[in-house]
């Protein structure tokens, strides 16, 4: 991911790590969790890039500060489970329901 939507004046670089790394092994395994790390916005690329679009089975983005979902969620095909607890979403787009899976 090229910016990823870190607070980093709270986080700091630390979590930038964690994030990073847990980005490279979701390639691998088709899972991300990505809770409790403030992030400010839905990672873009998740539902863009073709790497984590399909591959993804299970995303937790729980406990973060994302305000709304990616419009471009209907391209994450493998998706099976999204987690999304505590963040400021206050409504859900119709893409989330368009996923296949």
Not at 7 to 16: D, I, R, V
Not at 74 to 91: A, C, P, V, Y
């Amino acid at each position: 991911l090229k910016n990823p939507p870190l607070n980093y004046e709270k986080e700091g670089f630390p979590t930038l790590r964690r994030y990073w790394k847990r980005i490279e092994a979701s390639e691998k395994t088709g899972i991300l969790e990505l809770v409790n790390m403030s992030l400010l916005l839905f990672p873009p690329e998740l539902a863009m890039d073709e790497r984590y679009a399909y591959n993804l089975r299970y995303l937790d983005l729980s406990g973060n500060r994302i305000p709304t979902l990616h419009p471009d969620m209907n391209k994450m095909t493998g998706l099976e489970t999204l987690r999304l607890e505590n963040n400021l979403i206050s409504e859900l787009l119709g893409e989330v329901f368009q996923c296949t899976n």
